[in-house]
T-cell receptor, first 112, second 114 residues
Framework: DAKTTQPPSMDCAEGRAANLPCNHS???????VYWYRQIHSQGPQYIIHGLKNNETNEMASLIITEDRKSSTLILPHATLRDTAVYYC?????????????FGSGTRLQVQP | NAGVTQTPKFRVLKTGQSMTLLCAQD?????MYWYRQDPGMGLRLIHY???????AKGEVPDGYNVSRLKKQNFLLGLESAAPSQTSVYFC?????????????FGQGTRLTVV
């Protein structure tokens, strides 16, 4: 699986959009980009994933650049409950890889 | 629908004691995983299972054993606990690892070895 690079921490004002970047410059064609978050030592929670097209669900939007070397997770209206560590994970499909590999993530602090 | 349930939630062990952590999922998932998370760090894979009766080693398997006798349960055993195994343990499950599917995590077991 391709390695990902995320900033260690970010701040965001409550009610504003939080834009969390992720660099995955060595991503391969069959690798998906996943985002999970972990709120205060709880179990990680799935947010969204994508392959090449932008994706949106009730929690967030995922913007993947055309060359797929980077992506941005967007929380459109951040709340205090969105304070968490956000993990960007790249995972290949169909290669025998069996589990998600977690890095250090980005610690997002939403300020009131 | 409880999702992924871990038992116990907290435990304190003395060095050398043994224990078993239980993970149960009610989503009929094929794949199950055990991770550990040390303070300020990301999750590291200990062992995983791709189906009933099968297990495989992850990134940090030493000192742990696992069993998957039933599809819904995945057990993590510590035969002789060491202080280095003080950590938070997370279990996860997913329906299929061949497609782009999400993993569901339990709420964790906080283990302290003194």
């Amino acid at each position: 699986d391709a390695k990902t690079t995320q900033p260690p921490s970010m701040d965001c004002a409550e009610g504003r959009a939080a834009n969390l970047p992720c660099n995955h410059s060595t991503i391969s064609g069959n690798e998906y980009v996943y985002w999970y978050r972990q709120i205060h030592s709880q179990g990680p929670q799935y947010i969204i994933h994508g392959l090449k097209n932008n994706e949106t669900n009730e929690m967030a939007s995922l913007i993947i650049t055309e060359d797929r070397k980077s992506s941005t997770l967007i929380l459109p209206h951040a709340t205090l409950r969105d304070t968490a560590v956000y993990y960007c994970i790249v995972r290949a499909e169909g290669t025998g890889r069996r589990a998600l590999t977690f890095g250090s993530g980005t610690r997002l602090q939403v300020q009131p | 629908n409880a999702g992924v349930t871990q038992t116990p939630k907290f435990r304190v062990l003395k060095t050398g004691q043994s224990m078993t952590l239980l993970c149960a999922q009610d989503m009929n998932h094929e794949y199950m995983y055990w991770y550990r998370q040390d303070p300020g760090m990301g999750l590291r894979l200990i062992h995983y299972s791709v189906g009933e009766g099968t297990t495989a080693k992850g990134e940090v398997p030493d000192g742990y054993n696992v069993s998957r006798l039933k599809k819904q349960n995945f057990l993590l055993g510590l035969e002789s606990a060491a202080p280095s195994q003080t950590s938070v343990y997370f279990c996860a499950s997913s329906y299929s690892n061949r497609g782009s599917t999400e993993a569901f995590f339990g709420q964790g077991t906080r283990l302290t070895v003194v």
